[in-house]
């Protein structure tokens, strides 16, 4: 019998993360840190207008596009919470911020493009590119200066065949950002090269200690951002699978055409569920989004503090709920580390390494759980550290 499986499909690395926690979904009494999820329900705001939705028989399918109502209550969000400008027609609502990045890719890169991706990055922009036929360029990224993208790190990356840079920030797995500042000594090497910007936003509202910059926001990258958000972390609405992309008329149409044969659109009841947390939320300034921001900043201060009476180090994130510590100086890599905790304390956590090669001597630690099992979980791995001082 013929092989039936892809070349492309078959040398696809699976997800890193995932892989790891394989290992761990056999075990009892499993402490995780894992996920990337809001331990927190949907607002009951959101779930009303989610429900009231089906009570009224909106069952049927939407415009590819999306509900217009929709469309147009995300452009006036981006315009007041992040100076970003789109018109309603240049947004397509999709099946979460995953389907965004797929269609994205999908309608910007041919065969032989090279994108660039720092690195460490969330683990499913290389895999799409290469599903493409494109190339996955890392761009290298220190917790020495919080994670950021350098134009020194960018420029010795581009090639003639550089398509594309994803611009993940608030990062996943770091937690770090880009200021203003910092994007605005990148926008002369992404002009130069005559780039195009694809920009995950999904943790756009839960920054600390200071307003999201959007890269879209700046007049000269007008016609070459494209920009990726969603509902699931700031609105706790993971399971309702609802996310929008944002670009430039060409691209948002070539992007709408991968989405009408691949999902043709999303959930409707979603839809309106995602109208009422703009419109609602809008009403009394997201306090339920500012409510779960401010308890993630009381865990992200715990977390640091409990990495830092460990003799870990770990840069303070900015953004996300995420903290990436070095384990380097406990003569582990970051998968050997997870793993003997795994094994050993039953914690888990996610080697850096699934985050791209400059993780490798990182985890990732997701701080979207209560204090109560935080407190466990850091008890047993400050455990599992100074026994391997002993």
């Not at 499909?9 to 995780?32: M, Q, T």
Request: contains cysteine; proline residues 5%; neutral net charge.
């Amino acid at each position: 019998m013929r092989e039936f499986v892809s070349e492309r499909a078959k040398h696809v690395k699976p997800s890193g993360i995932r892989k790891f926690f394989d290992l761990a979904a056999g075990r009892k009494d499993v402490i995780s840190l894992g996920v990337g999820e809001p331990d927190f329900i949907t607002p009951w705001y959101i779930r009303d207008a989610g429900i009231d939705a089906l009570k009224r028989g909106f069952t049927q399918y939407t415009s590819n596009k999306g509900l217009v109502e929709l469309r147009a209550e995300i452009s006036e969000y981006l315009k007041d919470r992040f100076n970003v400008s789109f018109d309603k027609d240049e947004i397509v609502i999709t099946m979460g911020a995953s389907e965004a990045i797929d269609i994205s890719l999908r309608a910007v890169v041919d065969v032989g493009d090279e994108i660039l991706i720092p690195d460490p990055s969330y683990v499913s922009y290389g895999p799409i590119v290469e599903l493409t036929g494109g190339k996955p360029v890392a761009v290298p990224t220190s917790g020495e200066n919080g994670f950021k993208l350098t134009p020194e790190n960018l420029e010795k990356v581009i090639t003639p065949k550089t398509k594309a840079l994803i611009f993940p920030y608030p990062n996943n797995p770091t937690g770090g950002i880009m200021e203003k500042e910092y994007i605005e000594k990148i926008i002369p090497i992404i002009l130069k090269h005559d780039l195009l910007v694809i920009s995950d936003e999904i943790y756009a509202e839960l920054t600390y200690g200071g307003n999201h910059c959007s890269i879209a926001s700046f007049p000269e990258l007008s016609g070459r951002v494209v920009l990726i958000g969603g509902f699931s972390k700031a609105f706790a609405m993971t399971g309702w699978r609802i996310g929008f992309v944002c670009a430039p008329d060409d691209i948002s149409k070539a992007m709408l055409k991968i989405h009408q044969y691949a999902a043709i659109c999303a959930p409707i009841f979603s839809q309106h569920a995602a109208l009422a947390a703009l419109q609602l939320g809008k009403n009394d300034g997201f306090s339920s989004v500012c409510e779960m921001r401010d308890e993630y900043d009381k865990r992200r201060r715990f977390m640091l503090g409990a990495f830092k009476r460990m003799g870990l180090d770990c840069f303070e994130p900015k953004g996300s709920f995420y903290v990436f510590p070095c384990v380097k100086n406990t003569h582990l890599t970051g998968e050997e580390f997870a793993t003997r905790l795994l094994e050993e304390k039953s914690v888990a956590v996610v080697p850096g390494i699934a985050f791209g090669e400059f993780g490798k001597d990182y985890i990732r630690c997701s701080y979207a759980y209560s204090m109560d099992a935080l407190k466990k979980a850091t008890e047993k791995i400050a455990e599992f550290v100074a026994g391997l001082k002993k």
